[in-house]
């Protein structure tokens, strides 16, 4: 679980650094998403009467998301700040594409397997969850270059 969590909010910072304008700002941002991550997956599963999950199912998400990020942190820099999209960036632009959607199927499988739920209802819960997630940490934390 530790090993799962470092490696999420390290990988989470280091994504999120040049989005939000520093490390300061980057690491709250971390730290804001996993918060959210415990606090949803909780949600859920005490609706589903299956809180003993929680540590079970926040390792699998933390590890998931910190093995992609790793994969996802060369490949974004590459890209850069999207303003010369060579072939090259372009490349690595759809790659981060098809990795973040890679996340939502693996968040998918985990989010069915630990509710005990149908693939449509995983899905949109996962969706869910990223699409809030993603609201809140860029309501709180815009981004450097929108200022």
Known sequence: ???????????????????FGGLDKATLAAMLDTLLLFLWLWLLLAFKRRPERLIQSAT??????GIIGLVILPLQMLVGDGNDMGTLAAMAGA????????????????????LEVGLALAFGLALTYFVLANAIIRSLF??????
């Open 1 to 19: 679980m530790w090993l799962a969590l470092l490696l999420n909010l390290l990988v989470g910072v280091a994504l999120a650094g040049d989005t």
């Open 60 to 65: 699998a998400m933390l590890g998931s998301g």
């Open 95 to 114: 790659l981060v594409f098809l990795l973040l959607i890679w996340l939502l199927v693996v968040a998918t499988y985990i989010l069915r397997h630990t």
């Open 142 to 147: 815009p981004e450097a270059g929108s200022q």
